[in-house]
Each structure stands twice: as structure tokens, then as C-alpha cells.
């Protein structure tokens, strides 16, 4: 691996983020002096927006049978081998013209209007990149050229979250499983404690031929076709209600004497009083402490930009605030106000939900948020391009909720040049209970992991299954448990904006990340020293904040490496001075959902 693609051998708490930062903005100076970036740097943002649309729809579509997509880039120059010559991007891309066995999808390269941050550092780490579709054999011989860097174009995806129960369910082989020569059908319906039918209720039930998905209907039931089980031989249901309900996780239940199998969801407004009517002020507010800063504190000024699923920007507490986006996954623009799976909304309302004295109220309120639409159908070239317009319209603060399975050098030298644009790159550390994910590993990313609380959830919550045997804050059973982990913010059991109208509980390091982006995004409109001092933007900017984030943090009751340097705490960072309260959420002693 390499020295960029490393970022955790400094450990985090311990001077980590700035080491980080550091090794990062090296890094992006050493590749930037390579002779071909700062060449190919002067071509107009026309061409690359041209560029862009050429890039096929998602799916693969525009792509031979048979044929794969890469990325394929001229190696810098401090990377190449003693005696071997750089080759100029120009060049390279003319001789992918006249190859038979290569066709240019796109040709990705950095934008002539790169924004301030760009007056520091002129010549990009990242050098001009093609988007090549080609058969893998000719892609391997291309990749053995040491004048030459060529990927995969990977897609774009969410981490997967890892079984929430006492144990993994086991899933055998399904080439091992036993199907029914007549599958069978599983009904049941799905109703609220408010007596209603929920509607667009996921419904999984696990057995030993692995899980089965179904969506309820306007009368809120579901049919499942069990292939290689019965009902009897299910062994657990997960329902995840699409707002105002909070999931469940339970037995399979049995049919009542009509025959019908019902399962009930608790609604948000039994636990919340008069919600959402009535301003939630939600656990994860409280454990940061967000809800003792003076109230003018909005981040009013600040652009943050969410790389992820789209922005639903009819819901009313987002159409005032998020007016600014593009969709980088090749359809049709204006497109980023549409969230395909609601995961971009979650997190939008966290960072900068409207207070409009309803439902909840985001950390940076006036905040400016950009929706960059990632997914569904979005590659690593599309993550190239959209951190390119993080660097041309300024963007003070970006979460990247979305991975990649595989380390990319092209991605970290484009993430290293946003860093050293000065522009403050935070990302959830992933949903794995394992390994952190990519881009969070990179050096000048801020890497944040999930806290749950018990208490903040109902009984028959998936969490509950997995919750400490003592009452307080604890790592989320899903947070990262390798090294890397900068620092943890409430990531579960955290009620937020939702598709349609209404609201949802959603757990995921993405909404942990999205507390920090905005109380990252208070601290840049707000705190003295960077309100009032001169800053240029370049990664001495980022770097302060992350250290003022990490320097707040308040450390979670005993040793745990997945905490990272604790919960950064929202008055400290911004040098407020409150008299200390003590905090049910990082103190012993069980909180009320809601409190």
C-alpha cells in the first residue's frame, strides 16, 4: 500500500489527525510537481462537464459485452522507476484513441477555475484521469506499463451492516440449500401501536436458506415466497418501517385464529410526546451538547457538501435548505433532489434541517449544503468529477458517506488535492464491525465511528439484542473495530428527515459523521480563531479544525480503541465557557428516549 493510501499507522488521539494531515499535504506536494498534472491542468470546466455527460448510465450501459471500465492515468513522476520517462496525459490518451481494443468513455481533468484553495497548491496530486472501456486482458497488459496507472472503475455502494442479534444468523451455501418444489408464501401484515397500517414497511425474515425481502402494500401487508424454508423453520423478522415508526426485530410470529400473522411497530409518537408537532431535540444533540450553544449559532456562510444519495428536497424541512446540487450518477440534472433510498436524507437533516419549529432542527441550520448525487450507479470516476466540484465552488466542509471496496491511488490523490484546497473531508469509518472502509482510511480524512446509548430505543429494537449488559453509551455493535477510528458521535437510534414528509430512527457511522460535519461546520462559522483570523484556505485549515474537534473530545468510560479520542463535545471546540452539567449520555446512569 502506499505512503497516501496508509493513513492509519498514526494512532488516533495521539497528535494522529495532524500527523495525518501532514504525511497528506506532503504527499499532494510531491505528486503535484510531477510535469504532467500541472500541464493538463488547464483544461475548461466546459470540457470536463462535456466529459462527464459522455460517461455511461449506470449499470454499465455504453460498455461491450464482455469489457470492463478503468480508470487509466499517467504515473507521476516522483513514482516511477529510475530511468523510466513520465508520458504526458495528451499522449496517452492518443494512444488509447488509436487502440483497437480501448474505447474513451470520459476524460477526467481538473478544471481551469479551481477555486481559492487552488492559489496555494497550483499543480493538482491527481493527474488527468481517461475513463477506458476494454477487455481485461488488455487492461492487465496496459497496467504492466510502469509509465501508467490503470484501476477498475469501481461502483459506488454503502458498506454493509453486519446481523444485529445475539449471534450471526447462520446462512448456508444456496447452492447447499434444500428448495421446495412449490415454494411456499408467507403473509403477514405489519400495523403501528396508533392503529394504522403501515405502508412501504421493509420486511426481512432470516432462515436457514437465507433472508427473504418483501415491501407492505397500502394495506400494510406483505407476501414472502420461501424457497428453501418454511414458516415454521424462520427464525427471525426484521421490519423497518419507512417513517414515523421505530424498526423492530422479532420471533416470526404465529397466525391468530383468522389466519393472519401480525406484527406491530411502536410509532415515533409514543415515545416522543406531541412529536412531530411538537421540536424534538434528539440524544445525540444532548450527548455533543449542541443544545447548550447560544441559539445564533447556525453556520450561516459555510458550504458543506454531501456526497451521497440525494437530497429528498420536498421534505419541509429541507426544500428552504438545500438548493444547490448535481447528480454525477448520469441522469438527468436537477436529479439530485430526488433520494433514491432516503440514506442522503438522513443525513441532510441531521447537518442542516430547517428550524422551523416542527420535527427537528439541524446542528448548521443556515448552513449552505450542496446534494451531490452518488448512488445508486455512481463509479469512481464520478467520485473524481464531484470532488472536483468541491474544489471549483469553494466548499468549506464534505461528508463522503459513500465507499469503494478497494484501495484507489487515483481517488486519494484527488481527495489529497481537496484536502489541500483547505477543504475539511469527513467520512463515516463504515458499517463493517471490522476494518474501516475507503476513502476513511486516507490520510486528511476525518474518520468517525457510530455511539449508541441504551435507553434510547425501544425493547424490541434490533439494538436492544446486542445492548451492553450495563446502562450508558457504547460503541454501536456495527462501528468499525480496526485501527483508525478518529473520534465517535451518536449513530444510532437518531431521529431524522425521511422520504416524504415525515421522520424515522436510522443508526450508521454516515449519521455519526453527519453530527461532526456539523458541528464542524459551527466551528468554521463561529470560533474566534477562525472567524476572526485570516485563513487562507489550504490544509493548515482543515488540519486546525480537526484538531479543534479532537481536542474537545470527552473520552468514553473505559479503554476502547473503536471510540477513537471520544465524543467531541460542542461547547468546548467552540470555546464556550458553560458551567458543566453532567450528561446522562457519557455519564453512568440510564437516559430516556427523548430526554
Known amino acids: 500500500m502506499s505512503e497516501q493510501q496508509d493513513g492509519n499507522s498514526v494512532k488516533p488521539g495521539n497528535g494522529g489527525r495532524g500527523a495525518k494531515g501532514a504525511r497528506a499535504q506532503a504527499a499532494a506536494g510531491e505528486a503535484g510537481q510531477q510535469p504532467a498534472a500541472g500541464a493538463a491542468a488547464g483544461e475548461g470546466e466546459q470540457r470536463q462537464e462535456s466529459a462527464q455527460q459522455a460517461q455511461p448510465q449506470p449499470g454499465g450501459q455504453g460498455v461491450r459485452a464482455g469489457w470492463g471500465r478503468y480508470l487509466v492515468a499517467p504515473r507521476p513522476l516522483r513514482l516511477l522507476p529510475g530511468g523510466v520517462p513520465p508520458i504526458e496525459a495528451s499522449a496517452l490518451f492518443a494512444l488509447l484513441e488509436e487502440d483497437p481494443d480501448a474505447e474513451i468513455v470520459a476524460r477526467l481533468r481538473p478544471s481551469r477555475s479551481r477555486g481559492l484553495g487552488a492559489i496555494t497548491e497550483p499543480h493538482p496530486a491527481c493527474p488527468p484521469v481517461a475513463v477506458v472501456a476494454m477487455p481485461e486482458q488488455r487492461a492487465r497488459v496496459l497496467a504492466a506499463n510502469p509509465q501508467v496507472v490503470v484501476e477498475a472503475d469501481q461502483p459506488l455502494s454503502y458498506t454493509p451492516i453486519p446481523p444485529v442479534g445475539p449471534g450471526p444468523v447462520q446462512v448456508i451455501d444456496p447452492m447447499l440449500a434444500i428448495t421446495l418444489q412449490e415454494p411456499q408464501q408467507f403473509t403477514l401484515r405489519v400495523a403501528g401501536s396508533d392503529g394504522d397500517e403501515v405502508v412501504g414497511a421493509h420486511v426481512w425474515a432470516i ?3 437465507g433472508p427473504v425481502h418483501g415491501v407492505t402494500g397500502r394495506d400494510g401487508r406483505v407476501s414472502l415466497t420461501l424457497a428453501a424454508d418454511t414458516p415454521e423453520t424462520l427464525q427471525a423478522l426484521y421490519v423497518r418501517p419507512p417513517s414515523g415508526y421505530w424498526p423492530a426485530r ?33 440524544w445525540g444533540v444532548q450527548a455533543m451538547r449542541l443544545n447548550q450553544i447560544p ?9 458543506i457538501a454531501l456526497l451521497d444519495s440525494g437530497v429528498n428536497t420536498g421534505h419541509p424541512d429541507l426544500k428552504d435548505t438545500v438548493q444547490h446540487g448535481h447528480d454525477f450518477t448520469g441522469a438527468a440534472n436537477g436529479t439530485w433532489g430526488v433520494d433514491a433510498c432516503g440514506h442522503g436524507t438522513w443525513c441532510a437533516g441531521i447537518i442542516a434541517a430547517a428550524d422551523n419549529r416542527t420535527g427537528i432542527t439541524g446542528i448548521a441550520a443556515e448552513a449552505e449544503l450542496h446534494s451531490l448525487k452518488l448512488f ?21 466542509i464534505a461528508q463522503i458517506s ?14 489529497a488535492d481537496a484536502y489541500t484546497a483547505g477543504i475539511t473531508l469527513i467520512a463515516p469509518a463504515g458499517d463493517t464491525a471490522g476494518p474501516l472502509t475507503h476513502p476513511a482510511t486516507l490520510p486528511g480524512i476525518l474518520a468517525v465511528g457510530a455511539l449508541a446509548h441504551t435507553g434510547t430505543y425501544p425493547p424490541n429494537s434490533p439494538l436492544a439484542a446486542v445492548q451492553p449488559p450495563w446502562p450508558g453509551p457504547y460503541p454501536a455493535p456495527f462501528t468499525p473495530t480496526g485501527p483508525g477510528v478518529d473520534l465517535i458521535a451518536p449513530g444510532a437510534a437518531v431521529i431524522t428527515t425521511a422520504l416524504g414528509d415525515g421522520y424515522t430512527p436510522v443508526d450508521g457511522t454516515a449519521i455519526a459523521a453527519a453530527h461532526v460535519t456539523g458541528l464542524a461546520a459551527l466551528l468554521l462559522a463561529h470560533h474566534d480563531q477562525l472567524r476572526t483570523q485570516v485563513m487562507p484556505r489550504t490544509a493548515t485549515r482543515a488540519d486546525h479544525l480537526y484538531r479543534l474537534l479532537q481536542t474537545a473530545c470527552r ?13 467531541a463535545d460542542a461547547p468546548t471546540a467552540l470555546g464556550i465557557p458553560t458551567s458543566w452539567q453532567a450528561d446522562p449520555y457519557t455519564a453512568a446512569g440510564r437516559a430516556r428516549p427523548g430526554a
Open 402 to 415: 459513500l465507499a469503494y471496496a478497494v484501495p484507489s491511488q487515483l481517488a486519494a490523490w484527488k481527495l
Open 250 to 282: 422479532t420471533s416470526i410470529p404465529r397466525p391468530a385464529a383468522d389466519g393472519e400473522a401480525v406484527v406491530t411497530v411502536q410509532a415515533l409518537s409514543d415515545t416522543f410526546e406531541g412529536f412531530p408537532g411538537r421540536a424534538l431535540t434528539g
Open 207 to 209: 432462515g436457514t436458506g
Open 295 to 303: 441559539p445564533t449559532y447556525r453556520g450561516h456562510g459555510i458550504k
Open 376 to 396: 445508486p450507479g455512481g463509479h469512481l470516476s464520478d467520485l473524481i468529477t464531484a470532488v472536483d466540484y468541491l474544489i471549483t465552488r469553494d466548499i468549506d
Open 555 to 567: 473520552p468514553l468510560p473505559g479503554a476502547d480503541h473503536r471510540t477513537g479520542a471520544g465524543i
